[in-house]
């Protein structure tokens, strides 16, 4: 299985990382590509390099990055909704998003962050969280996904 993981938002890296899990845990291997917002979801929350630039530290500023520090899509009502969702989560003894993380990387999850994207964005592989091995670009993707029996975009 391939998972291209576009979306920085709280909700769908939720339901990103429980599919991927799923399939890790029914025998499948299972590869994650973070490309452009979808990297906020694998970068550390802090000690970022600076970017050079202008319009990547601009970038930085307005993308913080972190699992820690994502929004849900929709209802987020200035932070009041994600809260909202982290309490309930918390409440029914569902996993964080930095726990579901841990636990796909456990299970032999591949994650790649795509090295356009993070050139792009004025960052470097000291950005990103211990569980990304692997800085490659959609052609490393493409070649994990002609092997998959399931792609999905998120």
């Not at 979801?41 to 993308?63: A, E, Q």
């Not at 809260?83 to 930095?98: C, I, N, T, V, Y």
């Not at 211990?130 to 998120?154: D, S, Y």
């Amino acid at each position: 299985m391939t998972l291209v993981v576009f979306s920085g938002e709280l909700d769908k890296a939720l339901a990103t990382f429980n599919i991927a899990n799923a399939a890790a845990a029914m025998g499948m291997e299972v590869t994650m590509f973070f490309t452009f917002w979808g990297l906020n979801v694998v970068r550390k929350n802090r000690g970022l390099s600076k970017p050079k630039d202008f319009m990547r530290r601009m970038l930085g500023w307005m993308n913080p990055g972190g699992a820690a520090t994502l929004k849900l899509s929709k209802l987020n009502m200035m932070g009041i909704g994600t809260r909202m969702m982290k309490g309930l989560m918390k409440q029914e003894r569902m996993p964080s998003l930095q726990e579901l993380i841990s636990m796909a990387a456990a299970q032999g999850v591949h994650f790649i962050a795509c090295t356009t994207s993070i050139n792009m964005m004025g960052l470097t592989e000291e950005d990103f969280i211990p569980e990304v091995k692997e800085f490659a670009g959609a052609a490393a993707f493409l070649g994990e996904a002609r092997q998959g029996h399931v792609n999905l975009f998120i």
